[in-house]
Each structure stands twice: as C-alpha cells, then as structure tokens.
C-alpha cells in the first residue's frame, strides 16, 4: 500500500454519501466514523505498558551457535525513545555481531484495532527487514511476538522466529530471540 493510501481510503469513506434509505444523517455518520478513527489512532493503556523500555541501556548480549552450546557473549548500547507522539518506541543499538560493530534500529507499537504489539527490526548488517506481532501477559510484563526470519549464512527463508520481551524492574529488562524453538539470543537492558 503506498504512504497515504490509508488517509486517501478514510477521507473518501468520508466524503461518500449516506444511502439515502438511510434514516442517520450524514453528518451523524461523518462524526462516528471519525470518532472511530480517533480512537484506534489515540495511545492507550497499552502503550504506556512500554515506558519501562525508554531510556538509555547498557546491553549484555548472548548468542548460541548451537543449542546447549556456550554462547558468544558481548557488550552493547541501545537508546530508547518514543516517537510519532508516543505511538511507537524507537530503539537505535549499537552492538558487536561476528567480531564487527554494528547498528540496529526497532519500532515497536501496539495496534489498537488488531489488539495485538509489533516491531520492525532494520540493521546495517542485512537488507532483509524482521516483523513480528503478539500478545502481551503477566500484565504487559511479558510481550511474546511472532514472525519468519531468514539465515543468511545457510540460504534458509521463512524461518519460525520468535522473540520475548520481559520487563524485570523499571531498571531491567530482557530480549529473548528463539529459532525453531530453540534460544539463540539473549539480551538483558540494564539502564545507565
């Protein structure tokens, strides 16, 4: 869908005319859709879920090669802030992957009309973009999200992933990545 298509699609509902067996009025209408459209475009209680994430972080990174293995263990930076008005966490990390540093950047939001967290994962190490989309338990303490990842050191496409967020205190949290059920990261946020 191109940028603006959404607002393109919502003004020309807008804009369309009530059936004329219709007995609402189409002012009465034009306002309920609005405010519809308000509403799932307005950060609620969900959002504020995610404001133990803001702030500045010290990041301890395992990663496994193999299951049961030991992992690769490095340090890292990560920056956390809301942008677009508080509907999205940005997150910028700065990490150690293979030996080289590295950048990465996340999104992260709740939808509310599917009900449901997402994130998008960039970094200058891949050209491929992550998505992913759950739910949250233990009161938003725990955010278990879903998507497909590919390898590109094996070719593999379309693979399972699966990444936990857990909020430990307002000054700790971990991200878990797990491949084919099994963990193949770890980071624990310790804030600066």
Same mark, same amino acid.
């Given at each position: 869908?191109?940028?603006?298509?959404?607002? @393109? =699609?919502?003004?020309?509902?807008?804009?369309?005319?009530? *059936?004329?067996?219709?007995?609402?009025?189409?002012?009465?209408? #034009?306002?309920?859709?609005?405010?519809?459209? &308000?509403?799932?475009? +307005?950060?609620?209680?969900?959002? #504020?879920?995610?404001?133990?994430?803001?702030?500045?972080?010290?990041?301890?990174?395992?990663?496994?090669?193999?299951?049961?293995?030991? *992992?690769?263990?490095?340090?890292? =930076?990560?920056?956390?802030?809301?942008?677009?008005?508080?509907?999205?966490?940005?997150?910028?990390?700065?990490?150690?992957?293979?030996?080289?540093?590295?950048?990465?950047?996340?999104?992260?939001?709740?939808? %509310?009309?599917?009900? /449901?967290? $997402?994130?998008?994962?960039?970094?200058?190490?891949? /050209?491929?973009?992550? +998505?992913? &989309?759950?739910?949250?338990? +233990?009161? %938003?303490?725990?955010?278990?999200?879903?998507? !497909?990842? %590919?390898?590109?050191? /094996?070719?593999? !496409?379309?693979?399972?992933? !699966? /990444?936990?967020?857990?909020?430990?205190?307002? $000054?700790?949290?971990?991200?878990?990545?797990?491949?084919?059920?099994?963990?193949?990261?770890?980071?624990?946020? @310790?804030? !600066?």
């Amino acid at each position: 869908m191109k940028h603006g298509a959404n607002e @393109t =699609t919502a003004t020309a509902l807008l804009d369309e005319p009530a *059936p004329k067996s219709s007995s609402v009025k189409p002012n009465a209408e #034009k306002q309920e859709m609005q405010k519809k459209m &308000e509403a799932a475009g +307005t950060p609620g209680p969900a959002h #504020k879920a995610l404001e133990p994430l803001v702030g500045n972080w010290k990041a301890e990174v395992k990663c496994w090669a193999e299951p049961g293995g030991s *992992p690769d263990v490095t340090q890292g =930076t990560a920056k956390t802030s809301w942008t677009l008005n508080g509907h999205f966490l940005e997150e910028e990390f700065h990490g150690e992957m293979m030996g080289k540093p590295f950048t990465g950047r996340s999104l992260m939001g709740y939808d %509310n009309i599917k009900q /449901t967290y $997402n994130t998008v994962w960039v970094s200058d190490t891949q /050209t491929s973009i992550f +998505t992913s &989309e759950g739910k949250a338990e +233990t009161g %938003n303490k725990v955010i278990t999200l879903e998507g !497909k990842g %590919n390898c590109p050191a /094996t070719g593999r !496409k379309d693979i399972p992933m !699966k /990444t936990v967020f857990r909020i430990v205190s307002p $000054n700790e949290h971990v991200f878990e990545m797990f491949n084919d059920g099994a963990k193949m990261m770890e980071i624990t946020y @310790t804030r !600066k």
